[in-house]
């Protein structure tokens, strides 16, 4: 039983719930390590310097926040000059389909990666549990590749955590979907809007 399990049970109300949901998620928050999140966006404004491509992936919620985090970085920083060039890989699905059918689920990712990736492009994975095949899969493929690695995880990390370059833990029990999201999604949020202010603050450097 996890901690949102055990909060369910003891809430008497939505009230209740609510409150000790909101006050759990505050300890997941501020189990973040800072370092790993400056150790994030060191990767992508370096991926910017060069001109490299930042991809994004994930299955579920997980795949709307990548989407939301390619949004949020590529036009929410409002950087044109020198953008941040991000794309989801989850967001075509005739190709998702495809290699789906043809090929199986687990290479919808590493397949788009084969066609795509470069040698020092970025490629961001995000999931709960660390251990979606396709995920490793596309892991796998970048370093084959010469490209960079980094997994947003949560739970334990899986054996994403291990195998990328650069992991951004959110430390939960397993199953802890919705704190691990929440964190995930408020991650998109501190990591773009401190790069839109960054590029602005620094436009002429």
């Known amino acids: ?20 949901y909101l006050q759990h998620l505050n300890k997941v928050l501020s189990g973040i390590l800072l370092s790993e999140i400056d150790d994030f966006v060191k ?10 491509t930042i991809f994004f992936i994930g299955n579920g919620g997980s795949a709307a926040t990548a989407s939301h985090f390619a949004n949020d970085i590529a036009i929410g920083s409002r950087e044109f000059d020198k953008p941040f060039r991000v794309i989801s890989l989850c967001d075509n699905q005739a190709v998702i389909t495809a290699i789906a059918n043809d090929d199986g689920y687990e290479k919808i ?12 492009d970025v490629v961001v994975s995000i999931s709960a549990s660390g251990n979606s095949p396709n995920l490793i ?9 010469g490209a960079i690695s980094v997994g947003i995880s949560a739970f334990d990390g899986g054996r994403m955590k291990n195998l990328v370059d650069f992991s951004l833990h959110v430390p939960t029990e397993k ?5 691990a999201e929440d964190a995930h999604m408020v991650l998109d ?15 002429h450097d």
């Open 109 to 120: 990712f590493s397949q788009q990666l084969r066609v795509l990736l470069k040698k020092q």
């Open 1 to 20: 039983m996890n901690n949102i399990d055990k909060i369910f049970i003891k809430s008497n109300n939505v009230i209740d719930y609510s409150k000790s």
């Open 175 to 179: 199953g802890e979907y919705g704190p």
């Open 137 to 145: 899969h596309a892991i796998k493929e970048t370093k084959t590749m």
């Open 43 to 52: 990767v992508l404004l370096e991926a910017r310097e060069r001109g490299s």
């Open 189 to 203: 949020h501190l990591v773009a809007n401190y790069l839109m202010r960054y590029v602005k603050l620094n436009k």
